[in-house]
């Protein structure tokens, strides 16, 4: 094998296997302080630990909505907080079946010399804070990349370096018994076509692809988290869903290996319908799909629940069936079954792009 | 789309997955004229033309066989080459819908500074002579690259000349109507065991697919030709069902599922084994979004050769025992060989031969 002996090996593929089951997926709930604080403020809620432990609280006590969920990021705040009756939100999670997951990454830094274009830190100890985790019941492990789409870009560097340290970072994380999600977002920003945001999709998947080979990454050990192939937010053409779900797949097609269990799509600035719409379209595809294609949403899963709820008490039954409604719709999703039907919440076919986005 | 559009897109597509429709395969009969006179030689048969066009002629007309097969790789002298009743071969195989293919590699050299490691030539003019080859019928083409394990072997020069050399070759067929077969052969040579090999597999593999990319390749129309994962050649022997899942599971790490099929050497595997070991590939339960294939030559046509021996009266029985691997190994693409071929003389024969060059 090209890949490295783990001691963690049967568990990093049972965990990884497990968070692709079908009709369940990961609940991006990871928003570092400053990110979570934006939200807060678009419905005029405090940024302070009692609120984000509430939200979170809320979402994570869901009735009914866990059964749809195989993975939860967190953000380390989270993984050290409690219900307001006192149990640790794992625990919470361990109940229901849900594994734990954790951002480890440190936000990004420009590469000097290129036109803005980034590369992302925090492997500077990254292995001892592998192990913490672990110990507080974290399985997996997130890092986000970032790449956009210009008239030189991405360029040949920050694909290498993205590529090259998301792979350094897979292979600590399963060092140290942590399934590594592997995302390198490719921003939507940009008025360029399908074809274009393809072409890149497939030159950044081979990258990294490559990387993990040369790191001894376990390929049965990981996830992917892509984009979904789309036209750039500000181009003319837009794209039917069956058309987005035909360049992703065929991207996938091309670059990812039948060893990865599952791909797990970012939500990017689509609206909560439109991503589930779209990952529909992608299960009801008939062509060649060796891995699960399933959801790793954030704004996508939480967009109506944080307005139902406007950081009152009395709204939380209410944001919480906001909630459940888009979970519901998404798992469907993953099997091709979803009809449309989700009762759509206030803001759910709203547009979640921002320009240039960062957390 | 990061592969460059090609006039012939649908076309390679199309070849390309017929190539590996369950149930049939490649016949490398592509042995350039001095590797085809070291067979000749070996049932003292006399190295001439006429003695080349008889043995091709054997092959591509015995009953059965061409149903078994997609694709019949040749050297560029059959292509042009016709049956003792003037039927050009390419026809032949056509009307027996069998697509031709055609070698276009120019042998290896060695890379200064390494220890016997090569790579292989053959891209000047390449674009003009698959040209020619589209002509003459060839619908795909094949170039074979050569690694060696050892110490220090394969190194990461000899692995990147080879797997770039591979995607330049494979683009310039593709422009020109060829299905390129991608061929990074890792000898069976050595005492390494069975996870050594899959290492290097797995490492030559991604390469060779990192350089596809790089170069535009439209991968639904290429195949890849492979060495199966075993143990070295001076290393004990494991099941059929070790070497098919440490193959499977080295293919499932590096072949994206957007390549239709692969189509394995078979190196120095004797007939028996090497459709074994298809076999127990294609009875595996696990995910496998490529057809698996063959692409024997030596383990075609062993029992063949011999049974020829280069006589007339012989071409019946050779042609026979052709079309029994042929069929045993297009069973092997469906895993329902039951190991009952007529074993023919020298078809449990080991047909390894040290650091082989052709």
């Not at chain 1, 009709?23 to 990110?35: F, R």
């Not at chain 1, 992302?120 to 507080?136: P, V």
């Not at chain 1, 060092?175 to 030159?203: F, M, Q, W």
């Not at chain 2, 069976?188 to 390749?217: F, N, P, Q, W």
Request: hydrophobic share 40%; charged share 25%.
């Amino acid at each position: 094998m090209s890949c490295f002996k783990s001691k963690y090996a049967d568990e990093l593929i049972a965990n990884a296997a497990y968070i692709g089951s079908p009709g369940k997926g990961i609940l991006a709930a990871d928003e570092s302080t400053g990110t979570i604080g934006k939200r807060f403020a678009s419905i005029n809620v405090e940024n302070v630990e009692l609120n984000r432990r509430a939200l979170r609280e809320l979402l994570f006590t869901t009735p009914g909505a866990l059964q749809y969920i195989s993975g939860i990021i967190l953000f380390e705040e989270t993984l050290y907080q409690k219900t307001a009756s006192g149990k640790p939100f794992v625990d919470v999670m361990k109940e229901a079946k849900v594994l734990p997951g954790i951002k480890v990454d440190k936000g990004t830094v420009e590469l000097a010399g290129t036109n803005g274009e980034t590369t992302t830190i925090g492997l500077d100890g990254l292995g001892d804070r592998c192990k913490k985790y672990y110990e507080a019941g974290a399985r997996f492990a997130k890092w986000r990349a970032v790449l956009k789409i210009g008239a030189n870009e991405p360029s040949e560097l920050a694909i290498h370096e993205n590529a090259y340290g998301l792979a350094r970072y897979a292979v600590i994380c399963q060092e140290n018994g942590l399934v590594p999600i592997v995302e390198p977002e490719i921003l939507v920003d940009g008025s360029h076509d399908i074809e274009k945001c393809a072409y890149v999709t497939e030159r950044v998947l081979a990258a990294c692809y490559k990387a993990l080979n040369d790191h001894h990454a376990i390929l049965e050990g990981t996830l992917l988290k892509p984009n979904m192939v789309t036209p750039g937010s500000d181009s003319k053409s837009r794209a039917e869903p069956k058309v987005i779900a035909e360049h992703t797949v065929r991207a996938l097609q091309r670059t990812v290996p039948a060893a990865v269990p599952a791909v797990v799509f970012l939500s990017g600035g689509q609206s909560e319908e439109q991503a589930t719409v779209n990952l529909n379209a992608i299960n009801q595809l008939k062509g060649k799909k060796p891995w699960s294609l399933t959801f790793s949403y954030g704004r996508a899963l939480q967009q109506s629940t944080l307005k139902a709820w406007g950081g009152k008490e009395e709204n939380v039954e209410n944001a919480q069936k906001a909630f459940l409604a888009r979970a519901k719709a998404n798992s469907e999703a993953t099997t091709g079954a979803y009809k449309g039907d989700a009762q759509l919440g206030e803001g759910a076919s709203e547009s979640l792009h921002v320009k240039d986005y960062k957390y | 789309m990061s592969a460059f559009t090609s006039k012939y897109a649908d076309e390679l597509i199309a070849n390309a997955a017929y190539i590996g429709t369950p149930g049939k395969g490649i016949l490398a009969a592509d042995e350039s004229t001095g590797t085809i006179g070291k067979r000749l030689a070996s049932i003292n048969v006399e190295n001439v033309e006429t003695n080349r066009r008889a043995l091709r002629e054997l092959l591509f007309t015995a009953p059965g066989a061409l149903p078994c097969l997609s694709g019949v790789i040749l050297f560029e002298e059959t292509l042009y080459q016709k049956s003792s009743d003037g039927k050009l071969f390419v026809d032949i195989l056509k009307e027996g819908g069998v697509l031709p293919g055609i070698k276009v590699d120019k042998g290896t050299v060695e890379l200064a500074g390494t220890n016997g490691e090569t790579t292989t030539q053959g891209l000047d003019g390449l674009g003009e002579r698959c040209k020619k080859y589209y002509e003459a019928g060839a619908r795909f083409a094949k170039w074979r690259a050569v690694l060696k394990i050892g110490e220090n072997e394969p190194s990461e020069h000899s692995i990147h000349e080879n797997a770039y050399g591979l995607a330049r070759y494979a683009v310039i067929c593709q422009e020109n109507g060829l299905v390129p077969i991608v061929e990074p052969e890792i000898l069976v040579d050595g005492s390494h065991d069975i996870h050594k090999c899959a290492a290097v597999t797995e490492r030559v593999l991604a390469a060779c697919y990192k350089a596809l990319s790089d170069h535009h390749v439209l991968l639904e129309g290429t195949l890849l030709k492979p060495n199966m994962v075993t143990p070295g050649s001076d290393s004990a022997k494991v099941a059929p069902e070790v070497i098919a899942e440490h193959t499977v599971r080295a293919l499932q790490r590096t072949v994206p599922p957007a390549v239709p099929a692969i189509v394995f050497l078979s190196g120095g595997q004797s007939e028996e084994e090497a459709t074994k070991n298809l076999n127990a590939m294609n009875q595996l339960k696990t995910k496998k979004p490529w057809s698996l294939s063959f692409s024997f030559g030596r383990a075609l046509q062993q029992s063949t050769l011999k049974t020829w021996a280069g006589k007339e009266e012989n071409v019946k029985a050779a042609q026979e025992a052709l079309y029994v691997r042929c069929k045993a190994n297009s069973e092997a693409t469906l895993g329902t060989y039951k190991g009952d071929a007529k074993l023919g003389d020298g078809a449990a024969e080991s047909l390894h031969v040290k650091d082989y060059k052709y």
